[in-house]
Nanobody, 125 residues
Framework: QVQLVESGGGSVQVGGSLLLSCVVSGYTATSGYPCLGWFRQASGQEREGVAQLYTRDQRTYYTDSVKGRFTISQDNAKNTVYLHMNNLKQEDTAMYYC????????????????WGQGTQVTVSS
């Protein structure tokens, strides 16, 4: 049974930083490209992919709005994936979800098979 447990959300002012953590357990990749990542969902909006990390070769991908500000990383010894968020903006306010077995379709749509419960990030001016 795959379990993804996020932590680290909270309230921060514009320009601040947060570190989200996700402890991953029970995940055995069923494809050749195991992937961990983060999605987010703002109030009244659809979920969007934020960052992906392909654990076999450490390739990373980011949605355009967070490039240069967010970094996804992994600590294998702790079975933990992180999302380092810097220079936060109000539009980053959302529920952030840790995901596993993720990827993107040929059409560029991000997807994930396993989801955590989410952690709230609120950025205020």
């Amino acid at each position: 049974q795959v379990q993804l447990v996020e932590s680290g959300g909270g309230s921060v002012q514009v320009g601040g930083s947060l570190l989200l953590s996700c402890v991953v357990s029970g995940y055995t990749a069923t494809s050749g490209y195991p992937c961990l990542g983060w999605f987010r969902q703002a109030s009244g909006q659809e979920r969007e992919g934020v960052a992906q990390l392909y654990t076999r070769d450490q390739r990373t991908y980011y949605t355009d709005s967070v490039k240069g500000r967010f970094t996804i990383s992994q600590d294998n010894a702790k079975n933990t994936v992180y999302l380092h968020m810097n220079n936060l903006k109000q539009e980053d306010t959302a529920m952030y979800y840790c995901v596993a077995q993720c990827g993107s379709t040929y059409g560029g749509r991000w997807y994930a098979d396993y989801w955590g419960q989410g952690t709230q990030v609120t950025v205020s001016s």
